[in-house]
Each structure stands twice: as C-alpha cells, then as structure tokens.
C-alpha cells in the first residue's frame, strides 16, 4: 500500500479493523468509559460530564474574582450606610441582581455552546466520495466549498478539515476549542467558553444583568460619597469606595457598550462573527445580500434568539462508549490507516497527482458530457483562489456548479480549485457513483489534519 | 464480485433473484427479531440523507431518493418517511406561544426551571425517536435496512444501513 498522503477511506476496511485493533485494549477496559472521556475536542468537562468548559478558559476566574469582589465590597462597605441613610431596598436588590449574574455567568461558561459532534467515518468517507477533487501539487488543496441557496439567497458552506463535514450554516469552527460550533458567536475568554447557539441567551443575560449590576454599584457609590461629604467626615473606608468606583467606571463603558452591540445583533439575528465579517452587508454593488436569517421583525428575531426553543446538546457527553469505540474518529482514522502522514514528502503528491491524471483521461473518455451550462451560472461561480495546476488537465466544475445553482439535494458541491471558466468539461466521478457500491470510490481523498480556519478570540 | 446470487447477471434473472431475496428476508425477519438480524447480517453499505438548508438553519432532511436503495425499498414510503421526520423536527423547532412561555419562564427563573423540566424540543426528540424505532420495526427491518436517529449523528444525517445477510449464500 502506498504511503500517499492522499489515502481513500474505505469503510469496509473501516467497519472491519476497529474491532481487531481496538478489541484487546478495551476488553480490558475495568468500567464502562463515558463519551466525555473520549471527546475530541479541547475541552474539559467536571461532575462526570455534566458541566463542560474550554480548555483554555481564559480569564473566568479573574471576572468571577472581580464580580464577587466588587459586589462584596459593595455589601460590606456601603450598604450599612446606605440601608441607614435611605431605604433597605438598596442591597436587596443588589443581592438579586448580583445572584443573577453569577448564575447567568456559571450557566454560559458550563453550558455546551452547541458543539457538533465530529463526523463518523463512514460519513466523511461519503462525503469525499461526492466530492471530485482534482489533485493538486499543494500540500492541501483549497478549501471544498459548496453553495445552497437559503431564502433565495446564496450561502456557501465550507468543509470542515477537522470535523470532516462541511459546516452547516453560521457553524464555525473554533481554533481554540478545536470544535465546531453552531451559530458561533465568539470565543469568550471572560467566559472562559465558546458562545454559541445553546449558550447566547445565558451570554446576553450574563451582560444585560452584569451593566445593570455595575451601573447599580456605581450609582450607589456615588451617593454614598455623596452623602459622606455633606454628613460627618467619616472616611475610613474610602478606599474600599474608591477601588469600587474606579473598578465600576471602567467596567461600564465596556459593558455598556457590549450589552448594546449585541442588542444590536438581536435585534437584527446577526452573529458577531457574521457582522465582523461583514458576509451580509451589502458591499457587492448589484446583488443585495441581506441576512437570510433574519425575520425583517426585530421583535421576532429577538424572540428566535433569546426565547426559542431549547436545542438539545448534540454531543452526548454522558452516554456510554460501546466496547469497541473507544477512540474518538480523529484519532481512530490515524490508527486505522497506519501509513498515513500528515507531512509527507513532494513526490507523494506528485503519486497522488499522477493517480488522478490518470483517472482523469480515463474518466474523459466515457460518456459524461456533463450539459454545457458553465456562462449561466458564472454569478455564482466561486471566487477560486488556487495555485496554477501543475501538469495536469485543470478539471472545471462546471457540472457541478450548475446542480449547485440548482436543486440543493445535489451533492455535488463545485469544488474551490484552479480552473479556467473555459476549459475541458471532464467528468464529475460523482455522476458515475449514482450507484455505487463503497469500495468503487475512485476519486483521491484527503484525510486532512488540523483545524480549517481558526477564529481569533474578540473581545 | 461475482455473488451466487446473481450468476450471470441479466436483468429479468436479477429481478426474479432479488425477489426471492427479499422475500426471504421478509421470512427470517418474521422468525428472527430485529437484534438477531443485526448479529447475523453483515453490514454492506451506508447511505447517508443529508441536511436540507434550503429553509435555513432548520432541521430538514433532503427527501431526495438514494439510488442505492433503489431496489430495497419503495420510493413513496421513504419520502413518506423523512417527510415525517422533517414535520417532528419542524415542530421541536416551531417559535410559539409555548416555546416562548418557556423561554420567559426559563429567564425569569434563572434557568434553573430545566433541572425539573424537559423541554419541549426533548419531548419530541422522544416522539422522533419512538417513530424511527417504529419504522424499523414495520418497514425497514424486513428489508434489511436499519434507519439511525439523526440525534446520534449530531442532526447531520439519517443514516440507513444495509444489511446483507449472508446466511443464504453458504
């Protein structure tokens, strides 16, 4: 077997060793193993897979340290002066509104944010079957998009390399959780977690509550200096007041302005990702590319997002592994395709290319003419950023481009390579897989490695 | 391959061979339960339905027939049946009065009203669940096939998988 860096996954292969490989390692397996155990992803889970968090969680430590500080100083220092001076309101409801926040804040950080779960083998090895990938002399060939048509409006779903699927819409995949996310919002470090579709509403009440807490501490602070000044002089705990003030002042621009950003976003059923990148402003000057997922009612897309159903957590963190899966698919692929290396030399590509040259003249000789319809998708046509092809018949995608214009159900996404709008129509190997049997897969695959794109964390 | 079954491969003997398979299947599944099938028959292929996103970020499956199930299954009961699949998970996903008594109820009390209750989407993901083991049983499983609930594939696919009992053919 050749060592390619470019492998096909056949899954009869796949069903088949797992069993041998894995079987004596488990079978000595004292208890049954949960699936938290065995998560692919960079995260931590606590109470046996109940709570999760982000490996890397950031500064929550330091926002719950400099949430209970505040507050405690608040209650012990100006509290008894207040509940003295004016009305026995003031720390009771600054005791709910702080009980508030640190629930909202234990509950974004520990709640799954809406991971996908990683796409089993035989899946990823369907999917690249579908996919015509034409070989190229890069190390990874470009990005595999596929674009659908949302509310009339075009979308272009990206493929995942670590995940193996492609992303469903506004998923992202995290680089720091090295997950994908569902409607992924950012990466929180305050957070300490990923913001995404289950844990947005905790997030936006965590930073409603928190600028009304803040505002609140800060407001009863300068009152309460306030009325020092003109009562006695009594300023033995002025410090205390003054480290409240200064913490609060800077911390409500911040938050002020965040809790009104994403109001905005609600209010408009925008993620921060989408509207930093800006994928639904209109800057292309003929199409008008609105948000197809927002209702033109910002009381209904306030309602979607803060009080729509409840979806439930897709990676199961508390289910039990079978006996014989107790390798997550990432590594279990490295295992079971034990010649593969992500970094191999030139001259295996240059093996895989050959393979696919040939293939490829093979494949052009049949019968597949695929309808010449490349000019009346050209809006469509993917911007292709790609290296020059080598040696090799630039293969077009223009079969596909134009199931892709048309029905969704077609899996036939046009693949982002280097292609030439006018050249040769070769065969999509996917037209002669209508019915296929798994081992006839004839298109070379890519078992990539390491995350797709990595999102910088905001804020 | 060459497969007994299908000696010299024309068509009309195919069809006729088919039949007398299927039936047979249809036989040893009313002798065998569901569980024995599973040991007895060895997996030959996996078809997966993927995700519709025509109507967005909507849970919706493609209704879109597979060709490798062409001659396992009749092409009305499967769209029948992911037609169905795609009403339950439209009605988990369904913005109404009582998703959103759920939500304001859930906000009010800090959340913490789901360590007591379920909620509406996990109700139907259990009808969901109980429909497909229903369809296995009824319809699936006499022809060899076995559809897996989305939710364990993390509502990406629905994969069917087919079987292939071998049995017959020592």
């Known amino acids: ?459 | 391959m060459s497969d007994p079954l299908f000696p010299d491969g024309t068509c009309t003997q195919q069809h006729a061979v088919k039949n007398r398979y299927q039936t047979e299947i249809f036989n040893m599944a009313e002798t065998h339960s569901l569980q024995d099938m599973r040991q007895q028959a060895a997996v030959a292929a996996k078809v997966f339905v993927q995700r519709d996103y025509t109507s967005g970020t909507m849970c919706q499956f493609q209704t879109k027939f597979p060709s490798e199930l062409e001659t396992k299954i009749d092409k009305q009961q499967f769209e029948e049946t992911i037609r169905t699949l795609n009403n339950l998970y439209a009605e988990a996903e369904k913005l109404g009065s009582q998703s959103f008594i759920e939500g304001c109820l859930a906000c009010l009390t800090a959340y913490t009203v789901f360590l007591c209750m379920e909620t509406h989407y996990e109700k139907v993901l259990k009808k969901i669940a109980k429909y497909i083991q229903e369809q296995n049983d009824k319809i699936y499983a006499p022809r060899g096939l076995l559809l897996t609930d989305p939710i364990e594939r993390g509502l990406r696919v629905i994969e069917i998988t087919i079987y292939e009992d071998r049995s017959f053919t020592r």
């Open chain 1, 1 to 459: 077997m050749k060592n390619c860096e470019y492998q096909q996954i056949d899954p009869r292969a796949l069903s088949v060793s797992p069993l041998s490989a894995q079987n004596p390692a488990e079978t000595k397996a004292q208890r049954p193993r949960r699936k938290w155990e065995a998560f692919p992803g960079k995260n931590r889970f606590f109470c046996d897979g109940r709570l999760i968090l982000a490996r890397q969680n950031g500064v929550l430590p330091l926002t719950l340290g400099l949430i209970v500080v505040t507050s405690g100083l608040f209650f012990a220092f100006d509290c008894p002066f207040l509940v003295e001076h004016l009305t026995v309101c003031i720390p009771v409801i600054g005791g709910l509104l702080f009980l508030f926040v640190v629930a909202s804040l234990l509950r974004t950080s520990f709640t799954d944010p809406g991971i996908l779960p990683r796409a089993t083998a035989e899946e990823a090895a369907d999917i690249e079957r579908q996919i015509d990938t034409s070989g190229s002399s890069t190390y990874r060939p470009p990005p595999r998009t596929k674009e659908i048509l949302i509310n009339q409006q075009v979308v272009k779903l990206k493929y995942c390399f670590t995940c193996k699927m492609f992303r469903p819409p506004r998923t992202s995949h995290c680089s720091l959780c090295d997950n994908c996310v569902e409607r992924f919002d950012h990466h929180c470090p305050w957070v300490g977690n990923c913001v995404g579709k289950r844990n947005y509403r905790y997030f936006y009440s965590f930073i409603i509550s928190l600028s009304f807490l803040t505002s609140f501490i800060f407001g009863c602070v300068v009152t309460h200096i306030t009325l020092r000044k003109w009562g006695s002089s009594g300023l033995d705990s002025s410090l205390c007041t003054v480290v409240e003030l200064v913490i609060c002042f800077f911390s409500i621009w911040s938050i002020l302005g965040l809790s009104g950003f994403h109001t905005y976003l609600v209010a408009s059923n925008l993620t921060t990702n989408e509207d930093i990148k800006g994928s639904w402003s209109s800057k292309r000057g003929a199409e008008e590319s609105g948000n197809p997922y927002s209702y033109s009612n910002i009381l209904t897309n306030c309602c979607v997002t803060l009080c729509g159903p409840m979806p439930p957590s897709l990676i199961d963190r508390r289910g039990f592994l079978a006996p014989d899966e107790g390798i997550p698919v990432a590594s279990a692929s490295e295992i079971e395709l034990p010649p593969f290396t992500p970094k191999s030399e030139a001259n295996m590509c240059t093996q895989s290319t050959k393979d696919v040259l040939e293939r490829m003249l093979r494949s052009s000789d049949f019968h597949g003419l695929c309808p010449s319809g490349t000019p009346k998708t050209s809006p469509l046509v993917p911007e292709v950023p790609g290296a020059p092809p080598a040696a090799k018949p630039p293969v077009s995608s223009g079969c596909s481009r134009q199931l892709a214009h048309g029905a969704v159900v077609d899996p036939c996404p046009p693949f982002s390579k280097s292609i030439r709008r006018d050249s040769l129509h070769s065969i999509n190997p996917a037209f002669r897989l209508a019915s296929p049997s798994p081992t006839l897969s004839r298109s070379v695959l890519v078992v990539g490695d390491g995350p797709d794109v990595g999102f910088p964390p905001q804020h």
